[in-house]
């Protein structure tokens, strides 16, 4: 960390210790110098090799560290060798290890998870099975924080929710009753009534770089639009148009039919139908263009209307004018028929260490889906040689190939570098549950068109912080449980989910500590929206913990002031999960040619090759949960031939 330089960084406390430091970019410097001068050396030798320190012993915890986690150090170096074409010139001959396995998995997120339960189901419990993973956690995107704060364990999460469960399909639906989750238990864990009745509801900041003043309104949704744009830092003529647009009823495609109004729809962004369409003066802009970043990693600026309208917001504030410009006969949230409540304290994460529980019992003890929120992984167990189903982390693949012609090689050879070094496993089988634009560079013969449709998907990069204070009691003063700040670095930011299941209690009262979310999508309005992602991914990768600690406590000073909120004293711990390749790519209507239905880029890339097959969201071009539980199934039917 860069030395303090001034007042301001002192009062924000940034000099204050908390369990998010001292961390070099989210590698603990306490890991002893024997670990740290092997990652340096990792780093010096060309900066392609992992370098994560393993194998994972007593005591080894993932979840409990903090600082810059997601694609932590240590994660990405050989992926982005391979890409900038160094990695093979600095890597010797690899070791070859253990014996054939029945099915080698690239990608321990929820497909890769799932493909691994599919085909065990298939084959048989002593089905030998190898999951490998670059990171140092399983779970993918659904990666699981712990925080000690006060004197409690508060847990937050990488991937937040099961989405609209009832829309499932019978498989994804299937894997959810084999790991024992009830959905309807969720009306129960998830108190959907503590923070209307402690009168706490949603807000918006208005940063002064974007709005010329720092405001914090309160009462969205409470009180009248009107009422409520009338404290807001916005000219009359702003406020009159956006108060127009949540309460007129008027059809601003009348005399088109529903279809040509859907099709209108789809290409036309929301910046563009606000300013063109509904004639709102271009000062409502701001207010909007960041409402989007959470759920299309985007701003208003790259998002079809239709999109947004099908989509919905999770958080309420909505997209005001497109009911009414759809009139009647839209189907506005198909996507959304139940409430946002299907949430465990870890996010998703419980339902990847249900799904690990459940392949390697030994290592996550318990029996209920209530015991598994609290139950302690031993990362120790997951890759243990007596084990039929085995869970290596930290370990990059970086090449997966047939030993001889695909149409009738028998076995599939993967490579992956760990902890400095390559080495080398057998399949008979392979599930790529990886990034689609990784596997052309891991699968050098497949075919030119169909590496070519996987490199098409550009993910949308995030950043999902969570950050523990002592107590929420500004909130509560405040009257607020989150905040939309469109100008802001963080665009939105809310206290936990209120959900308790089994012995894990969500905190209740005001003085408890507590979890806040933010998010933050870096993009660059103007470009397309695969563009905007690589301007994102970049910022992702230079990004510091500092400036990151940085920007959060001082918009934790500037939206909370009021309530009485001291950065420097009230802040306990920050985890920042960083995924420069969060969500998979759906093809967007603004900027995609709009492609047959096989001429999909995902769907001409997920062809099976051989022994391998393709799972992962990215190869469903929808970044929910059932879509990588959707591919992984069909990846492993596509494998049933193999096992006879
Ligand atoms: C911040 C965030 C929040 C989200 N919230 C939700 C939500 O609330 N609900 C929802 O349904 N979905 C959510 N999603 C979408 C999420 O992506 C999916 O739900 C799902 O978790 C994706 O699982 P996956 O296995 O397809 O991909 P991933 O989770 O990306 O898993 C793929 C794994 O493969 C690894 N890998 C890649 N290349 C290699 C290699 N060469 N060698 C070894 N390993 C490799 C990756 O690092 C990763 O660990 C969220 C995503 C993000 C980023």
Redesign the pocket.
């Known amino acids: 960390m860069e030395p303090m330089n001034d007042k301001r960084d002192h009062d924000l406390g940034m000099d204050r210790p908390i369990t998010r430091r001292d961390f070099l970019n989210g590698m603990a410097v306490g890991l002893g110098s024997t670990a740290l001068s092997s990652y340096l050396t990792g780093c010096t030798r060309g900066g392609v090799l992992d370098a994560m320190p393993g194998p994972h012993g007593a005591g080894y915890s993932p979840p409990a560290e903090s600082g810059l986690r997601g694609d932590h150090l240590g ?1 990405f170096e050989a ?1 982005h060798g391979l890409r900038d074409g160094t990695f093979w010139q600095t890597v010797g001959s690899p070791t070859s290890t253990d014996a054939t396995y029945d099915l080698i998995v ?7 998870l799932a493909a691994a339960h599919f085909f065990r189901k298939q084959a048989g419990d002593k089905a030998r099975i190898l999951i ?4 140092d956690d399983f779970g ?3 990666q699981r924080k712990e925080f000690h704060a006060g004197n409690r364990l508060l847990l937050s999460y ?6 609209s469960p009832s829309l499932f399909s019978a498989e994804s639906k299937g894997l959810l009753t084999d790991l024992g989750i009830d959905v309807q238990k969720f009306y129960h864990y998830f108190d959907q009534k503590l923070y209307p009745s402690m009168k706490l509801g949603s807000g918006m900041f208005f940063d002064k770089e974007t709005f010329g003043e720092d405001r914090l309104v309160t009462g969205f949704g409470a009180i009248p639009h009107q009422q409520f744009f009338a404290k807001a830092p916005l000219s009359e003529k702003a406020r009159h148009d956006i108060v127009r647009l949540y309460t007129e009823k008027v059809d601003y495609l009348a005399g088109h039919t529903l279809e040509q109004k859907k099709a209108i729809l789809a290409k036309i962004s929301y910046a563009d139908f606000l300013t063109k369409i509904a004639k709102c003066t271009p000062e409502v802009v701001p207010v909007f263009q960041t409402r989007s970043h959470d759920l299309f990693g985007v701003g208003i600026d790259a998002v079809s209307c239709a999109a947004l309208y099908e989509e919905g917001d999770d958080y309420g504030y909505g997209y005001p004018g497109l009911d009414a410009a759809m009139g009647a006969g839209g189907n506005r949230g198909m996507h959304k028929p139940e409430p946002y409540i299907f949430h465990f304290p870890d ?2 994460a419980s339902v990847a260490r249900l799904i690990v529980r459940s392949l390697i019992p030994d290592a996550i003890p318990g029996h209920t889906v209530e015991d598994v929120v609290l139950a302690k992984c031993d990362y120790g167990r997951l890759d243990e040689p007596g084990s039929p189903a085995r869970l290596r982390l930290s ?3 970086v090449r997966v190939q047939h030993d001889g012609d695909p149409a009738s090689a028998r076995e599939v050879q993967v490579t ?1 570098a760990r902890n400095g070094k390559l080495y080398q496993v057998r399949g008979r089988t392979c599930v790529l ?3 689609n634009s ?1 596997v052309p560079y ?1 699968c050098r013969e497949m075919p030119a068109k169909q590496k070519e449709a996987l490199a098409y998907p550009v993910r949308a990069p ?1 950043i ?1 912080s969570h950050v523990a204070i002592r107590n929420w009691t500004s909130f509560h003063k405040l009257g607020v449980f989150q905040i939309a700040a469109p100008g802001s670095y963080h665009v939105y930011a809310a206290i936990d989910f209120p959900v308790s299941m089994g012995a894990y209690q969500c905190p209740k009262t005001p003085e408890e500590p507590m979890v806040v979310f933010m998010v933050r999508t870096p993009c660059m309005p103007g470009l397309t929206q695969r563009e905007q992602h690589r301007v994102g991914h970049q910022e992702l990768y230079d990004v510091t913990f500092e400036t990151l600690e940085r920007n959060i406590r001082d918009q934790f000073a500037r939206m909370l002031g009021g309530g009485g909120f001291d950065p420097a004293g009230d802040i306990e711990g920050i985890t920042v ?1 960083r ?1 420069a ?4 790519y759906s093809p967007n209507s603004l900027f995609d040619p709009d492609f047959a239905d096989d001429e999909l880029p995902y769907v001409v890339g997920r062809k099976p090759f051989g022994r391998i097959t393709i799972a ?3 190869a469903g071009g929808i ?3 059932d879509t ?1 539980i959707n591919e992984a199934y069909r990846a492993v039917q596509e494998l049933a031939h193999y096992q006879s």
């Open positions: 994660s992926a690239v990608g321990a997120g929820i497909s890769g490998l993973d670059n990171h993918g995107h659904a990488g991937a937040q929710s099961i989405e996010g998703n370990s990059t693949v992956y549950a990886c990034y990784m891991l995030l999902y999960g995924w390749h969060g969500y998979a992962n969201s990215d970044a929910y949960m990588a």
